[in-house]
């Protein structure tokens, strides 16, 4: 059974330092990997999409990268700005099949101060 | 804006009584609707995949006729918690997708804003 682990579960940074988040899942058979930005009592935001074959994007001062074989995704965020601060959750996506479930990781929050 | 409106955002109820959450694709047909729990400080955790037209395939510890799922259209789909108890009090969101056959290539995925439901 596909499981997600993120670490550190939360993480207090000044504003202006680069930081990596990291996750990592126990199946390394997986179609893609998703990370999500999610604020107190909200929704989910989608930052960064990773196919399988796929080793990292990028978007803006965001950068994700995978490693199928060894099972780990990390996200880094540079120049971290307070309105950074969120819990952000790394999922997979175990298999190509339509209408198939994320699986997400508990998250880690990170609080950015000014 | 939001491609999947989910309502109401937050509900406070008594023990026993019903609760419907509901989950909107608003540009988008969605074939497949995904439920989800989530308690304080832990991830999100699938309870059920619903299909347009069919019953609701349920995760393996979550009752069914405890949390009827209702798949009649392609852009509604409704989550109702029946007699209600504080075990329960969850953040609850939803997941569609406009997944088509043959794999998930096309496939988008997007999510409600979530419901936080508090039973008293």
């Known amino acids: 059974k596909q499981e997600v682990t993120q670490i550190p579960a939360a993480l207090s940074v000044p504003e202006g330092e680069n930081l990596v988040l990291n996750c990592s899942f126990t199946d390394s058979a997986i179609y893609n990997l998703q990370w999500f930005r999610q604020d107190p009592g909200k929704g989910l935001t989608s930052l960064l999409l990773i196919q399988s074959s796929q080793r990292e994007q990028t978007s803006g001062r965001l950068n994700a990268s995978l490693d199928k074989s060894s099972g780990r995704s990390t996200l880094y965020i540079a120049a971290s700005q307070p309105g950074d601060s969120a819990t952000y959750l790394c999922a997979v996506r175990p298999f190509n099949q339509a209408g198939t479930a994320l699986i997400f990781g508990k998250g880690t929050t990170l609080s950015v101060s000014s | 804006g939001a491609v999947v409106s989910q309502h109401p955002s937050r509900v406070i109820c008594k023990s026993g009584t019903s609760v419907k959450i509901e989950c909107r694709s608003l540009?988008?047909?969605?074939?497949?609707m995904f439920w989800y729990r989530q308690f304080p400080k832990q991830s999100l955790m699938l309870m059920a995949t619903?299909?347009?037209?069919?019953?609701?395939?349920?995760e393996q510890g979550v009752e069914k006729d405890k949390f009827l799922i209702n798949h009649a259209s392609l852009t509604l789909s409704t989550l109702t918690v029946t007699s209600a108890h504080p075990e329960d009090s969850s953040f609850y969101i939803c997941?569609?997708?406009?997944?088509?056959?043959?794999?998930?290539?096309?496939?988008?995925?997007?999510f409600g804003s979530g419901t936080q439901l508090s039973v008293l």
């Open positions: 997941s569609a997708t406009n997944a088509i056959q043959g794999g998930g290539s096309f496939e988008k995925l997007f």
């Open positions: 619903s299909n347009e037209g069919s019953k609701a395939t349920y």
């Open positions: 540009d988008f047909q969605a074939t497949t």
